[in-house]
């Protein structure tokens, strides 16, 4: 799947009329942004510090769009801390940010959002429905109550949490359609679904689909569910990139960092970007965002790559 250097979206915070009593807050942040970036110095410090973002930034295309290769995952991340972290990571440059109904901070993550200052039409924001909620009705009331949680008129992409056997896929699909349809998302897509379950969706869907958030780590071989994911133009999005830790105490993935300067948990995410993969590693320490971040300087060897694809023979998952 092509990774290309491109600049940000452009700018969608406007709010539908159906939608406009509802999401009211979201044109007073507007406003509220423009009054704090007036001035002609900050003006000029906020698009210096934004080409230099850009360079940084790489995107993965699928489907006519481009996600941000990298993303913070907000798995696990509560209250202050959540808030805090995604400020922080915008501040440093990411511009995707991977959230869930079932996560329970959606409110945090719009905070963060809020409080980063970064313009709302530079971010892109995931937010995924829990299985339970895929009845048609349930889906529409769930995706509504996540905007107001955020505190956003839409978000960048809806996905379905995971797979509900329970409930028509066609149903579920339908519903998943409808609400991009009337724009409460700008694109759809799945998570954890399988060759066979992604080729029905995609047969009984009217918009794209646009990414397949799974599993994805050194340990765990994927190969099969990317290789369908890329001959249809779907992006994969990499959860759990480091193995929630493992990779980073990885004996071949240090060795080979080693080599370029970088840790063994850049080389994990680096091996996956490569890949063609979105990755959204989770961190609740500051510290670890720009770590996590630095992984477009450097490239691994064809060798390199291929050792570190043995590691996925035992198969493990670390869910």
Known sequence: MPI????????????????????????????????????????????SRERRIDKRMQYVEANGTRIPAIGLGAWDLRGRICSRIVEQALRQGYRHVDTAEMYENEREVGEGLRASGVKRSDVFITTKIWPTHFAPR????????????????????????????????????????KMK????????????????????????????????????????DQSEIVAACRKR???????????????????????IGMAHGKTAGQVSLRFLVQEGAVVIPRTSKVERLAENFAIFDFALT?????????????????L
């Open 4 to 47: 290309s250097i491109v600049l940000p979206v452009t700018d969608r915070i406007g709010t539908s009329v159906e939608n406009k009593k509802t999401y009211e807050s979201v044109k007073v942040w507007s406003v509220a942004l423009q009054a704090r970036n007036s001035s002609p110095q900050s003006y000029i410090t906020r698009r």
């Open 181 to 220: 349809k009337t724009g409460f998302t700008r694109h759809i897509g799945v998570s954890n679904f399988t060759v066979p379950l992604l080729t029905e969706a995609l047969a009984l869907s009217t918009e794209p689909l646009i990414t397949n958030q799974i599993e994805w780590h050194p340990y765990r």
């Open 302 to 318: 064809k060798g390199e790559m291929a050792d570190i694809r043995k590691l996925g023979a035992a198969q493990h998952s670390v």
């Open 138 to 177: 349930d889906l529409e009331r769930s995706t509504k109550d996540s905007l107001v949680r955020l505190r956003l008129s839409d978000v960048d992409l809806l996905l379905l949490h995971w797979p509900n056997p329970r409930i028509p896929l066609s149903e579920t699909i339908g519903a998943l359609c």
């Open 233 to 255: 133009g779907i992006a994969v999005t990499a959860y759990s990139p480091i193995a929630r830790g493992k990779a980073a105490t990885d004996k071949v993935l240090s060795t």
